[in-house]
């Protein structure tokens, strides 16, 4: 069955940087887009990132534009989202997703924590 399973979260001061892993299983990841999505406390969630399948093309949420990246890697299943110059507003749980057979597949998320 589908899994994704999240990593790289923690607590991390303002302007420092993390990276997040997801770890894709039971499916062909190398075939599907793949989201970064968010949710910060209390609030809604919030679309950050998105990928084609090989790579080449990337979108951002304007709050996140120059400031993330996100990547993959078909050979090793994974996705990334690489965080830099991180705000006290982008702590939320962030969450990978994939769109497999019409059906959203969520991983269980990573918690960020931008805090001095």
């Known amino acids: 069955q589908v899994q994704l399973v999240e990593s790289g979260g923690g607590l991390v001061q303002p302007g420092g940087s993390l990276r997040l892993s997801c770890a894709a299983s039971?499916?062909?990841?190398?075939?599907?887009?793949m989201y970064w999505v968010r949710q910060a406390p209390g609030k809604g969630l919030e679309w950050v990132s998105q990928?084609?399948?090989?790579?080449?093309?990337?979108y951002y949420a304007d709050a996140v534009k120059g400031r993330f990246t996100i990547s993959r890697d078909n050979a090793k299943n994974t996705l990334y989202l690489q965080m830099n110059s991180l705000k006290p507003e982008d702590t939320a749980v962030y969450y990978c997703?994939?769109?497999?057979?019409?059906?959203?597949?969520w991983g269980k998320g990573t918690l960020v924590t931008v805090s001095s």
């Open positions: 039971g499916f062909t990841f190398s075939s599907y887009w």
């Open positions: 997703k994939v769109r497999f057979n019409g059906v959203d597949y």
């Open positions: 990928i084609d399948t090989g790579g080449t093309r990337t």
